[in-house]
């Protein structure tokens, strides 16, 4: 992740705004409640054509399609994952995308940079110089320096094109009166006001490297670096229109892709209609469309926590494709968080009272515990590790003891402990058992609030507040941009199962 969420103008006078940005606010959309989350509007897409699209109508016949449908339906969901990742992943940056070291992209890469640089030092070393490969680095850096303006620089852009301009640095080379360091550090000068605060320290060392190479060199990466700045400056000052744009944008795509499957939405249907009676009736005096969005809101928050612990053998439902990588992140998250929270949870009941009530002592387990589970990511990882935790546990036990002048644990205790700790492992512990229920019912309440208001953390579960917060606000995200974009295809699905009486 870049380090700087706020870029990167330092310039005075000449403002931070982008056409840029103002092209993707050309293209709006407003949710049914106006923003993400649950909506309790159905738009009305009830022609047959959607129908079939949605896989409602499975028992029709397959319609052929062709392989050209097939690639455009491809590249539409890679469309779609671009923007749901700028929308769900509030954190989202652009990044470099570097060729690992020893990889034979990596060795090319290297080899041709150094050719460049070797026969760049070597013309300008000749008598007279040459000046092919400079004139050639010039117009390059005057690009990069073009691409990290704002359109309102046009003093600064004119400058640049006046001092940079080429057929004046080719009459200096003719007349041997080039400067080529010179040049080098007037554009220095002109990075240091356009660049990132980030960018400082970099800046800094290339206005005090002699080497006309080495600065050079040094100009072409920062360059680099600052066109990225920009780039996910720019993304972040869009980011509220492209959210706005993206349900939009992820319906349509979606449909393009169910336009070339058979039944599309088979998994989704499965996982949804698991919390749904088929034989429900419409109570009295409730409307039939009421009644369909309670089952719709309250079946779907139920499926959405089972997505937090899915089996690993089982698909997940089609319309959270895009969200498979961020809910498994969150299922090994979840899953170390309850185990630590279970082994504190043993260990404090386990330490005496004096040893309960003091704050550091907690919190020096809990890092330790952390450290060891930190590269466990199912049951079988950690059973190999939880005797490592028992031995960990002991020392810390010990140490505390003996610092706050606390009577030493006996061996019958130790042994005790030790045991109860190994027993964690087990799939019926109650402890843990108890703490799962409690994550998953904080997940149900912060998805059915219908507001901001905050949850009550549950009980044994303060030591891991920040952790437990993170998950849920991330898996809120998920799970309130989904319900915004598919609710039609949960509402027909609801729909299809409790038909409506004759």
Request: aromatic share 8%; net charge negative.
């Amino acid at each position: 992740m870049s380090e700087n969420k706020d870029i990167p103008n330092k310039s005075n006078n000449e403002g931070q705004g982008s056409s840029r940005i103002r092209t993707t606010s050309e293209c709006s959309y407003t949710s049914d409640d106006g923003s993400s989350g649950f909506t309790g509007k159905r738009q009305r897409t009830t022609s047959h054509q959607f129908m079939v699209a949605s896989g409602l109508t499975a028992a029709s016949p397959p319609k052929f399609v062709s392989l050209e449908e097939i690639m455009q339906a491809a590249n539409g969901m890679r469309d779609m994952a671009l923007v749901h990742q700028i929308v769900v992943d509030k954190d989202f940056r652009l990044k470099r995308a570097e060729p690992e070291p020893n990889s034979v992209q990596g060795i090319i890469k290297n080899t041709m940079h150094k050719a460049f640089w070797d026969i760049l030092k070597q013309q300008l070393n000749e008598d007279p110089p040459v000046y092919t490969q400079a004139f050639n680095l010039l117009e390059e850096i005057k690009e990069g320096l073009f691409a990290v303006l704002l359109p309102q620089h046009t003093r600064i852009k004119q400058q640049i094109s006046e001092v940079l301009d080429s057929d004046l640095i080719k009459q200096q080379a003719e007349n041997g009166t080039l400067d080529f360091k010179n040049y080098a550090q007037y554009v220095v000068s002109v990075m240091a006001k356009l660049c990132a605060p980030v960018r400082d320290d970099k800046i800094l060392e290339l206005s005090e490297t002699v080497d006309v190479i080495e600065t050079f060199q040094g100009i072409l990466e920062t360059l680099d670096l600052m066109q990225l700045d920009m780039a996910n400056f720019t993304l972040q000052m869009a980011r509220p229109d492209i959210i706005a744009c993206s349900v939009e944008l992820e319906r349509k795509k979606f449909a393009d892709y169910l336009a070339v499957q058979y039944d599309g939405l088979e998994q989704t249907r499965k996982w949804l209609l698991r919390y749904i009676n088929s034989g429900q009736a419409v109570p009295e005096n409730v409307e039939y469309e009421k009644f369909i969005k309670g089952v719709f809101k309250w079946s779907f928050c139920q499926a959405c926590v089972e997505l937090i612990d899915w089996p690993s053998d089982e698909e997940y439902p089609e319309t959270f494709m895009l969200d498979v990588d961020r809910l498994k992140d969150l299922h090994v998250r979840c899953f170390r968080l309850v185990y630590v929270a279970t082994i504190l949870l043993v260990t404090i009941s386990n330490a005496g009272t004096d040893l309960q009530s003091i704050a550091a002592f907690k919190q020096s387990l809990k890092d330790h515990i952390c450290i060891l589970l930190e590269n466990v990511k199912n049951e079988s990882e950690l059973q190999s590790t939880l005797p490592n935790i028992c031995e960990q546990v002991i020392i810390d036990l010990k140490e505390a003891q003996k610092k706050y002048d606390l009577t030493q644990m006996p061996q019958a205790a130790e042994s005790n402990l030790r045991e109860q700790i190994l027993d964690i492992g087990k799939t019926d512990h109650k402890v843990k058992g108890i703490v799962q229920q409690r994550v998953k019912d904080f997940f149900l309440d912060i998805i059915e609030s219908s507001t901001a208001a905050p949850q009550k953390v549950p009980s044994g579960l303060s030591a891991l507040q920040k952790e437990l917060v993170e998950i849920a606000g991330q898996f809120l995200r998920i799970v309130s941009h989904n319900s915004t974009v598919f609710c039609n295809y949960y509402y027909d699905i609801v729909a299809a199962a409790l038909p409506k009486s004759s």
